[in-house]
């Protein structure tokens, strides 16, 4: 067993704004990772993970943007890239910097809102300093990746640059091949409390479709969602299969109920992966899921099985019953 890192104290690190000037290009240390990329299944607890490892003090990991695909995967922001023009001609590029800048980039806006990271580049980030990176940058799709997610990390004063989409599960591959020395985290939860957080919170918040016109037909909602849960969750146990045999020194599933019960533990294992050094804010985490917990400090063990409160049976044994051998596979007995 490989010797644990001991927990280092409490650091202050400040974290400059973009005010318009150059921001100061960091880079990794030799032995950490190029990149981390936190991938899973949406409700699975992608954001508390992500959380935990932007809290390290050398680690930013940039929040849902999408830029490699959506469910759906014409729904990725490259796609919208690509339809502005040839990124070898400036003029095209800084039509992209200034649609980002104006929160436009993404297509389909009146389907969905724009992802998270899209929309803290427009309200933090002035536009000339996003027309210099990318101008700046290789005139790939992973060229303005990189550029994108080093904006945030150089930003946050951070040298690890990362992100967190959950769809991304699907893009590992490409996501390794881009970034040969990063790092992929696949969270995994328990398939019948995704699809009780998923079904809360597309009821409370269905601001895009189908679930704004699902919503008035509860039924119809909760079919959909019951579906969705099966089909998603099935294939990220496939592709967990396929990547922890393909990428072993690059890839590491770890499973939401393990990080909230025993989070010192996961910290660990995640910080030997990863090749950083544990540190002790990643622990200092507050609740925040919507509910009697929110804002509470720590981590919030009852969320592995609060599931069990308002699950319905005919739900419960469905999922059991179509996702059977992979709910065993990832220890998730049906009972």
């Not at 699975?44 to 959380?51: A, D, E, Q």
């Not at 990124?87 to 998270?116: H, K, M, T, Y």
């Not at 690059?250 to 910080?271: G, H, I, K, N």
């Amino acid at each position: 067993m490989a010797p644990v890192r001991p927990i280092l104290g409490d650091v202050r690190t400040d974290q400059p704004e973009p005010d318009g000037g150059p921001l100061t290009e960091l880079a990794p240390a030799p032995g950490e990772p190029e990149a981390i990329f936190v991938v899973g299944v949406s409700r699975s607890g992608t954001t508390l993970l992500s959380r935990v490892l932007d809290h390290h003090p050398r680690v930013a990991i940039a929040p849902e943007n999408h830029y490699m695909r959506h469910l759906v995967p014409r729904l990725g922001v490259r796609h919208d890239v690509r339809r502005l023009g040839d990124l070898d001609d400036d003029a095209v590029v800084r039509r992209i910097a200034l649609r980002i800048a104006e929160g436009r980039l993404q297509g389909l806006r009146w389907a969905r809102a724009n992802s998270p990271f899209f929309v803290w580049l427009a309200r933090r980030v002035p536009r000339e300093t996003l027309e210099a990176r990318l101008l700046a940058a290789e005139r790939t799709e992973r060229g303005f990746f990189t550029a994108l997610l080093r904006i945030y990390a150089d930003t946050k004063g951070k040298p690890i640059m990362g992100e967190k989409t959950p769809a991304h599960v699907a893009c590992v591959d490409e996501l390794l091949e881009w970034y040969p020395g990063g790092k992929v985290v696949h969270i995994v939860r328990d398939p019948r409390g995704v699809f009780v957080s998923e079904l809360r919170r597309r009821t409370a918040n269905a601001t895009s479709l189908p679930y704004r016109w699902l919503v008035h037909v509860p039924p119809l909602m909760r079919g959909f969602i019951l579906l969705q849960v099966i089909w998603a969750w099935a294939q990220a146990v496939s592709w967990h299969r396929r990547l922890s045999k393909a990428h072993p020194d690059a890839y590491l599933a770890v499973r939401f109920e393990d990080l909230v019960a025993d989070p010192e533990t996961t910290v660990r294992l995640l910080s030997e992966f990863l090749g950083i050094q544990e540190h002790g804010r990643m622990l200092r985490q507050k609740v925040v899921s919507k509910g009697e917990n929110l804002g509470d400090a720590g981590f919030n063990a009852e969320a592995a099985e609060r599931w069990r409160r308002s699950i319905r049976a005919t739900d419960k044994r469905a999922l059991e019953r179509l996702l059977g051998r992979r709910l065993q596979e990832m220890g998730y007995p049906a009972e």
